[in-house]
């Protein structure tokens, strides 16, 4: 009888990047995140601050269907209730450029965009995102917490006991940088989701986020 061929074993590894190339490397084998760790210009910056400091609602969902051109997405309307404070254009632009380059990347047609303020922890339980890749990107406040491989048993996702409690086992995506998670539905990726949470925020303390999924 044959001796039973030994399971290969998956690396699963981070890669970050000073360049928005870096988020190429989402398409490896065995790489779960690419993050670049872009500074956000200046005047996007204000923008997300100014638009927090109003205190104001923010929940937005649109499903864009993608041109086979290299005509720009249409955000019309997007946020338009902060449409006159200085810097929206090149808030929307920003937005607009993320999603032309994420449907470059992965040959997307259509995308999921989601922008919103967020006064709690959306998913406060690490866990893993049930689709093939999401891109996230949090404008202003505190950004999305990650674990490496092995930190933490993949076994008791969503049980509060077995999480890390040592800030130095978690890892953080910094405000302005823009991050590609592989989720559970990426195929080659089963079992090797990105395990992820959204922060804690203090009281009175608020987050812009944006949120991409490839639905197509």
């Given at each position: 009888?044959?001796?039973?061929?030994p399971?290969?074993?998956?690396?699963?590894?981070?890669?970050?990047?000073?360049?928005?190339?870096?988020?190429?490397?989402?398409?490896?084998?065995?790489?779960?995140?690419?993050?670049?760790?872009r500074?956000?210009?200046v005047?996007?910056g204000?923008?997300a601050?100014?638009l927090l400091?109003?205190?104001?609602?923010l929940?937005?969902?649109l499903?864009?269907?993608?041109?086979?051109?290299?005509?720009?997405?249409?955000l019309?309307?997007l946020?338009?209730g902060?449409s006159?404070?200085?810097?929206y254009?090149?808030?929307?632009?920003?937005?607009s450029?993320l999603?032309?380059?994420?449907?470059?990347?992965?040959?997307?047609?259509?995308?999921g965009?989601?922008?919103?303020?967020?006064d709690?922890?959306?998913?406060?339980?690490?866990?893993?995102?049930?689709v093939?890749?999401?891109?996230?990107?949090?404008y202003?406040?505190?950004?999305?917490?990650?674990?490496?491989?092995?930190?933490?048993?993949?076994?008791?996702?969503?049980t509060p006991?077995?999480?890390p409690l040592?800030?130095?086992l978690?890892?953080?995506?910094?405000?302005?940088?823009?991050a590609?998670?592989?989720g559970?539905?990426?195929h080659?990726n089963?079992?090797?989701?990105?395990i992820?949470?959204?922060?804690?925020l203090?009281?009175?303390?608020?987050?812009?986020?944006?949120?991409?999924d490839?639905?197509?």
């Amino acid at each position: 009888m044959l001796a039973p061929i030994p399971k290969r074993q998956t690396i699963v590894q981070q890669v970050q990047g000073e360049t928005p190339q870096t988020l190429t490397r989402i398409l490896e084998d065995g790489v779960n995140l690419a993050v670049w760790k872009r500074q956000l210009p200046v005047h996007i910056g204000d923008f997300a601050r100014l638009l927090l400091s109003l205190n104001e609602p923010l929940a937005e969902s649109l499903v864009l269907d993608m041109p086979n051109d290299d005509t720009e997405p249409n955000l019309h309307g997007l946020a338009s209730g902060f449409s006159d404070l200085e810097g929206y254009e090149g808030f929307v632009a920003d937005v607009s450029w993320l999603v032309s380059a994420f449907s470059c990347l992965l040959g997307a047609k259509r995308i999921g965009l989601r922008v919103r303020v967020l006064d709690k922890a959306m998913c406060p339980r690490f866990h893993v995102d049930h689709v093939p890749v999401r891109l996230i990107s949090t404008y202003a406040g505190v950004g999305s917490q990650w674990l490496k491989e092995g930190v933490m048993d993949r076994r008791f996702l969503g049980t509060p006991d077995a999480e890390p409690l040592q800030d130095s086992l978690i890892d953080y995506i910094g405000s302005g940088e823009v991050a590609l998670l592989k989720g559970e539905k990426w195929h080659g990726n089963e079992g090797f989701g990105l395990i992820h949470r959204s922060p804690q925020l203090p009281p009175g303390a608020r987050r812009l986020m944006l949120t991409l999924d490839w639905l197509a």
